[in-house]
């Protein structure tokens, strides 16, 4: 469940009465007017009904503008809800607003984020070249690349060019910062391109990509369904620093063989990522609010459903034409 809050004109009481009425509100309190003419009402809402009674309230409180709508996620209730209702929660999805806000704020390419970057490439170069599996799981628990991933997926459901630009390019300096530091640590550090954790990330195969579809569902499933905690498994199963640092790695050791078995599983990653997710998104319904949003994000949807189908079918085709490049070990 959700507390929504709602500032606004005592003259829009009756009309904010009626939402609440509408989408079945579990509790509704009215506040005093303020010497502003302003008041604050409160409504309980399930989650299910928490987005479309947000887009209820916005186009009647759009014209306002001192009226603020707050949503305060609720930890617990008592009385608890009934079992019934309790079946209907677990169909509910985050409202659009609130995933927003959770995705948003991991697509600045501020100091914090490339800080993150830096720490968790070389924690992953250490555990890749001595071989650590603890020290590599602790790399992809960091997993600075995967939050623009999602937001670059919520971006396109929502045809928000912004989020989508903002997302993309934090990615991409992600990657490009990993791969560097990684490349400088080949470089400099003579060690022996032995380790089966590093050897891992330079092979690809078509259960990789399984793998990573199921992880990218999983990443939309647990944003959508507001259940971060899945989030740890997913950053584990897909992470994106292991084998960008595999790049750097092998890149400064001059085997580009190996760098290119690398690069494509992180390609294979990210595709995979993007695609289950925005496939996700589209089978929740998340969307924008208005009709002509809407249409946008439709067109945007099916352009990059298109493009990421079509890379995905090429990094099958380079997995299968791989060992035929390279030839027999």
Known sequence: MKLIEVIA??????????????????????????????????ILLTDENVQPALDALQTVLGAQSTARIIVFPIDATLPQPSSEKEKDQDKAISSRESMYANVDKNTHLDSNFIILVILSTLVAAIGLVKDNVAVVIGAMVIAPL???????????????????????????????????????????????????????RTDVGLDSLALALASGAAAALSLTSGLPSVLV??????????????????????????A????????ANIVCV????????????IQPRSWAEKAKAKRAMSIYLV?????????VLAIFARPHIEGPV
């Open 9 to 42: 004109k005592s003259s829009s009481e009756n009309t904010i009465t009626a939402i609440a009425e509408k989408f079945k509100a579990r509790d509704f309190r009215t506040g005093r007017e303020g010497e502003d003419g302003r008041q604050a009402i409160r």
């Open 146 to 200: 995967l939050g623009p991933n999602l937001a670059f997926g919520l971006g396109t459901a929502l045809g928000d060019m912004h989020l989508m630009k903002k997302s993309l390019k934090t990615l991409l300096a992600g990657i490009l910062i990993a791969i560097f530091l990684a490349y400088i640590i080949g470089l400099l550090w003579p060690f022996e391109l032995t380790s089966p954790e590093l050897l891992a």
């Open 233 to 258: 498994g997913v950053m584990v199963a897909v992470a994106l620093l292991p084998p960008a640092a595999a790049v750097g790695l092998t890149l400064g050791h001059g085997r580009v063989d190996l």
């Open 260 to 267: 290119m078995g690398a690069g494509l599983l992180l390609v």
């Open 274 to 285: 993007n695609l289950s997710a925005k496939l996700l998104f589209l089978f929740k319904g």
């Open 307 to 315: 493009v990421w189908a079509i890379t995905l079918a090429l990094v």
